[in-house]
């Protein structure tokens, strides 16, 4: 029998992270429309422009109450 949190799919969270400190969400499948040319995005603090196919965290809401990296 499966047990119901098994059955849950995971919270996920896509984030970029920047040089300048900062870090910015971005949804799981904003690459799969528009151009290329949009899918680099601009960092809100220093304006530096990230193609996050290269730098894109993945995390996961763990059971136990904390976020935890779950592809780097």
């Not at 047990?3 to 300048?20: D, F, G, I, N």
């Not at 996050?52 to 592809?71: M, S, T």
């Amino acid at each position: 029998m499966v047990s119901a949190a098994a059955s849950k799919p995971r919270l996920r969270v896509y984030m970029v992270p920047c040089s300048c400190g900062q870090s910015f969400v971005v949804s799981e499948d904003y690459d799969h429309k528009g151009t290329n040319w949009r899918r680099y995005l601009t960092c809100p603090g220093c304006g530096k422009r990230h193609d996050p196919k290269n730098r894109l965290l993945e995390l996961h809401y763990d059971p136990d109450g904390y976020w935890k990296v779950a592809k780097c």
